[in-house]
C-alpha cells in the first residue's frame, strides 16, 4: 500500500470579520490534534471529526456550543460529513439540544441507512447515542416555554415574517460568519470533509444552508478530491459548489483552478460569496474565498502551521 503524508486543513469562516486570537488559538488547537491522530494512524474522517469538534466545544465560532438562534429563539444546528473511499456520507440539518452536531452527522453515516436525518428525529437519535447536549439547553427550555404560553403560532409566524422583512437588506452583510469546517488525507491515501454550522445571524425558524447538504456545502471523493465550504449558504446550493470543483478536478483542473472558476461563475450568475477548502489525493491544496476574510489554516506536519484569515492567489 503507497503511503502519503497526510495532511489537515480547517476554516473557521469566511466573511468581513478579522480573525481574533481566542478563534486563532482554538484553529491552532484542532489543526495540532488533528493532524497529531492522523500522525497516528487515524482514517481521515476522524480526523475531520476530532477537529470540527474543537471548533464546536471553542465557543468561539458559529458552530456547537457557539451557535446562532433563529428568530423564535432556538438554536438549531448542521453538519455534514463524508469520506472519498465509498464515498459514505451522513448529516444532520436543524438539529437542536447538541454540542457537537458533527458527532450526530458521523452517527448518521455509521449507524442508519442514510445519509441525511432533519429536525426532532436528528435530536431524537443523538439523544439515543447520548450525545453530549449543549450546556444551555435547560435555559433555553424555559424561555421557550414562557414564549409560546404568550404567542398563538399564527402571530408569532408573522412577527417572524415581519422581522425576516425588515432585516433583509442587512442579511448579506452578516452571513457566513464563523462556519467551521474541515478537510483531510490519511496515511492510505483516503479523503474526508466535514462541516458543522449554526447558520446565518438573522433567519427563520427551520431554515437550512449548504453546510448539511452533500454536494453542496462538503464533497469527498479519493478519486478527485475533498471540499469543505463556507459563505452564504442560499447562493452555494444553488450552485452545489463542493460538488462542482470536484468534478473540475475530475477533468484535471487544480484545486487552485477548481475553486477560481467555480467561483467565477458564483458571482456572475448570482452575486454569491463563498469560502472553500480544497485538496486533491495527491496533497495539493487551495484555500480560496471571495469574502474580505476567511480564518483558516493547513498543516502537513512539517514546518510550521500556517494560520490567517486571508489567503491570496
Same mark, same amino acid.
Given at each position: 500500500m503507497n503511503q502519503h503524508r497526510p495532511i489537515l486543513l480547517i476554516h473557521g469562516g469566511a466573511g468581513t470579520r478579522a480573525l481574533s486570537r481566542a478563534q486563532r488559538r482554538w484553529l491552532e488547537q484542532a489543526l495540532v490534534e488533528g493532524h497529531g491522530a492522523l500522525r497516528e494512524g487515524a482514517q481521515a474522517i476522524d480526523a475531520v471529526e476530532a477537529s470540527i469538534r474543537i471548533l464546536e466545544g471553542s465557543g468561539v465560532f458559529n458552530a456547537g456550543l457557539g451557535s446562532n438562534r433563529q428568530l423564535d429563539g432556538v438554536t438549531r444546528m448542521d453538519a455534514s460529513i463524508m469520506e472519498g473511499l465509498g464515498l459514505r456520507a451522513g448529516a444532520v440539518a436543524s438539529i437542536e439540544d447538541v454540542a457537537y452536531p458533527i458527532t450526530a452527522a458521523h452517527l448518521v453515516l455509521k449507524e442508519t441507512a442514510h445519509v441525511l436525518l432533519a429536525g426532532p428525529p436528528?435530536?431524537?437519535?443523538?439523544?439515543?447515542?447520548?450525545?453530549?447536549?449543549?450546556?444551555?439547553?435547560?435555559?433555553?427550555?424555559? @424561555?421557550?416555554?414562557?414564549?409560546?404560553?404568550?404567542?398563538?403560532?399564527?402571530?408569532?409566524?408573522?412577527?417572524?415574517?415581519?422581522?425576516?422583512?425588515?432585516?433583509?437588506?442587512?442579511?448579506?452583510?452578516?452571513?457566513?460568519?464563523?462556519?467551521?469546517?474541515?478537510?483531510?488525507?490519511?496515511?492510505?491515501?483516503?479523503?474526508?470533509?466535514?462541516?458543522?454550522?449554526?447558520?446565518?445571524?438573522?433567519?427563520?425558524?427551520?431554515?437550512?444552508?449548504? %453546510?448539511?447538504?452533500?454536494?453542496?456545502?462538503?464533497?469527498?471523493?479519493?478519486?478527485?478530491?475533498?471540499?469543505?465550504? %463556507?459563505?452564504?449558504?442560499?447562493?452555494?446550493?444553488?450552485?452545489?459548489?463542493?460538488?462542482?470543483?470536484?468534478?473540475?478536478?475530475?477533468?484535471?483542473?487544480?484545486?487552485?483552478?477548481?475553486?477560481?472558476?467555480v467561483f467565477t461563475h458564483l458571482i456572475s450568475r448570482?452575486?454569491?460569496?463563498?469560502?472553500?477548502?480544497?485538496?486533491?489525493?495527491?496533497? @495539493?491544496?487551495?484555500?480560496?474565498?471571495? %469574502?474580505?476574510?476567511m480564518a483558516a489554516g493547513h498543516w502537513d506536519g512539517r514546518g510550521k502551521l500556517v494560520i490567517r484569515d486571508r489567503f491570496e492567489e
Open positions: 436528528a435530536t431524537e437519535l443523538a439523544r439515543y447515542f447520548k450525545l453530549a447536549p449543549r450546556p444551555s439547553v435547560i435555559k433555553q427550555i424555559r @424561555r421557550r416555554g414562557k414564549r409560546h404560553r404568550l404567542t398563538e403560532r399564527a402571530l408569532r409566524t408573522a412577527k417572524l415574517f415581519e422581522t425576516m422583512s425588515k432585516a433583509k437588506f442587512a442579511w448579506r452583510d452578516r452571513h457566513g460568519r464563523e462556519t467551521v469546517g474541515a478537510v483531510a488525507l490519511d496515511g492510505r491515501g483516503t479523503l474526508a470533509a466535514g462541516a458543522s454550522t449554526g447558520g446565518i445571524d438573522v433567519m427563520l425558524p427551520g431554515r437550512v444552508g449548504d %453546510t448539511p447538504l452533500i454536494g453542496c456545502g462538503i464533497y469527498a471523493d479519493n478519486r478527485a478530491g475533498a471540499v469543505s465550504m %463556507t459563505g452564504w449558504g442560499e447562493s452555494i446550493i444553488r450552485v452545489a459548489v463542493a460538488k462542482e470543483i470536484v468534478d473540475r478536478m475530475v477533468s484535471g483542473a487544480s484545486p487552485g483552478k477548481a475553486a477560481r472558476a448570482i452575486r454569491g460569496e463563498a469560502g472553500a477548502l480544497v485538496l486533491a489525493p495527491d496533497g @495539493r491544496f487551495a484555500i480560496r474565498h471571495t %469574502t474580505p476574510r
